[in-house]
Every structure is written in C-alpha cells, then in structure tokens.
C-alpha cells in the first residue's frame, strides 16, 4: 500500500514535512513545491520587508543626489510600479485602469490597450519630468488630452473626474494647475538611474552636496554623465546637471 502522507524536506527550514502542505510560488497547496506553507509566508514578509528597503534606500540616495528638490527629479521610470498603485481608475475618465505592462505582440501596438503614463503638464510646454507631474491614465484619455494644458483639460472631463483629478493634481504639486507657468519643452530625462545603483556612501562621497540648487522650472534639466577609470583602477564618475536657472554644477 503507497504511504498515504509521505515527507518531504522543505528548502527552507529543512525539516521533513508531508508534502500535501507544500505550496508554489504563488501560494498555492502543491505537492511539488519547493516550501512548506509556513515557510512561504515568512518568505512573502520577507520580500514585502525588501521591497520597502529598497525604495527607502532609493529616496535616501535620491536626496543625497538632489536635496530638498529630489523629487522634480526624480524620475517616473524609478517609481512607476509606486504610481501605478495610486488607484485602480483612470482619473480622468473613472474606467478601470489598463494594464501597466502588456507583452510584446507583433499584431498590436505596444501603446495601445495599457495604462500611460500622462505628464499632466505637457513636457511640450515646459512640465516637468519627474514623478510629481506624472499619473497612470487609460491610453484613450492620454490620446485625447495631447498637448492639452491641464487647467484646458479639466474642462473637458466630467464634474465628478474634473474634481478628482484637479486633486491629485494639487497634491502631487503641491500648488492648483492655474499656478503652472507655461515654458520651453522639456525633454524626458535620462538621468540619475545608474546613480540608484551606488552605495549609499559612495554616493556621498560623489556628491557631498546635492547638485543642483532649484527645480527645473519651464526649462529642460540636462543630466550628462562619463565613466572614466583612474590610475589606481578606480571607476569615476562625472555628472553635469544643467538646470533651470542655467546653474551648471560638475563634479
Ligand atoms: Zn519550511
Ligand atoms: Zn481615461
């Protein structure tokens, strides 16, 4: 007669388990699991735990970076998952949100059927790139509104989302829409990623004050970056940001 409840070693705590509490990655009771199910949910707190690590180790570099201006550059690419959790709607018109992330197909557009990031100031007339100017929108509103400046654009979406979105407007700004002064075209940003990837000290060594001393107002940041490596075989890193007020900072 076959064992009714065999064991099974589990990879995390090691101990022999019967294999009908195993899970698979997704939590899901199955006998081929690699895990217990107790040691599945520590792990899910685990990668919750890291998750939150990592985006607080991400600001902490982003203001040694930029100081107290950090978050006009801080660009929408480094929190788009962060952005996309603000709501499960397009604020513009309340339909529910596209996906963020749609696969390759040959047959359809890459842009067509997921969820856009909208600059609500329009980089063409000087907003900014950078996460306070940015919401995820379901790609027909994103179409329409174009080069629409915002406050030209509440006018045209229903009292209800009219409403919405002037609020999150204001919120991400910190200023009401009418405030936006419009300027040169902003291009987007290529900037700071790789800086992400430093330590947190080597960072401060790099930058032992913030290097640039305003926002990007009206006009376009120019973040350029070159690699040389020194005689000792250490790796240099040269930034020029280039910002509003045509300060030009090289380190
Ligand atoms: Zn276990
Ligand atoms: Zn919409």
């Given at each position: 007669?076959?064992?009714?409840?065999?064991l099974?070693?589990?990879?995390?705590?090691?101990?022999?388990?019967?294999?009908?509490?195993?899970?698979?990655?997704?939590?899901?009771?199955?006998?081929?699991?690699?895990?217990?199910?107790?040691?599945?949910?520590?792990?899910?707190?685990?990668?919750?735990?890291?998750?939150?690590?990592?985006?607080?180790?991400?600001?902490?570099?982003?203001?040694?970076?930029?100081?107290?201006?950090?978050?006009?550059?801080?660009?929408?690419?480094?929190?788009?998952?962060?952005?996309?959790?603000?709501?499960?709607?397009?604020?513009?018109?309340?339909?529910?949100?596209?996906?963020?992330?749609?696969?390759?197909?040959?047959?359809?557009?890459?842009?067509?059927?997921?969820?856009?990031?909208?600059?609500?100031?329009?980089?063409?007339k000087?907003?900014?790139d950078?996460?306070?100017?940015?919401?995820?929108?379901?790609?027909?509103?994103?179409?329409?509104?174009?080069?629409?400046t915002?406050?030209?654009?509440?006018?045209?979406?229903?009292?209800?989302?009219?409403?919405?979105?002037?609020?999150?407007?204001?919120?991400?700004?910190?200023?009401?829409?009418?405030?936006?002064?419009?300027?040169?075209?902003?291009?987007?940003?290529?900037?700071?990623s790789?800086?992400?990837?430093?330590?947190?000290?080597?960072?401060?060594?790099?930058?032992?004050?913030?290097?640039?001393?305003?926002?990007p107002?009206?006009?376009?940041?120019?973040?350029?970056?070159?690699?040389?490596i020194?005689?000792?075989?250490?790796?240099?890193?040269?930034?020029?940001?280039?910002?509003?007020?045509g300060?030009?900072?090289?380190?």
């Amino acid at each position: 007669m076959a064992k009714s409840n065999p064991l099974k070693k589990c990879r995390r705590c090691g101990e022999h388990k019967p294999k009908n509490i195993f899970v698979d990655i997704s939590g899901n009771l199955n006998p081929r699991g690699a895990y217990c199910s107790d040691c599945h949910l520590i792990r899910v707190e685990e990668w919750k735990q890291a998750a939150i690590e990592e985006r607080e180790s991400k600001l902490r570099k982003l203001r040694i970076i930029y100081g107290e201006w950090w978050r006009h550059y801080c660009l929408p690419k480094e929190f788009a998952d962060e952005i996309y959790n603000e709501r499960d709607f397009c604020p513009y018109c309340g339909d529910k949100l596209p996906p963020q992330y749609i696969g390759a197909d040959a047959s359809t557009s890459l842009f067509r059927g997921r969820a856009h990031l909208d600059h609500m100031d329009p980089l063409n007339k000087g907003g900014e790139d950078s996460i306070r100017n940015v919401v995820y929108v379901c790609d027909n509103c994103n179409y329409k509104k174009g080069k629409r400046t915002f406050i030209d654009w509440l006018q045209t979406l229903k009292p209800k989302y009219r409403a919405i979105s002037r609020e999150i407007y204001e919120t991400k700004h910190g200023h009401p829409p009418e405030s936006f002064e419009q300027g040169e075209p902003n291009g987007r940003c290529d900037g700071s990623s790789f800086e992400l990837c430093m330590d947190e000290e080597d960072l401060r060594e790099l930058y032992p004050t913030p290097i640039v001393n305003g926002p990007p107002v009206n006009k376009s940041i120019t973040i350029t970056a070159s690699f040389s490596i020194d005689d000792n075989g250490n790796i240099k890193v040269d930034t020029k940001v280039t910002n509003s007020k045509g300060d030009e900072r090289t380190h």
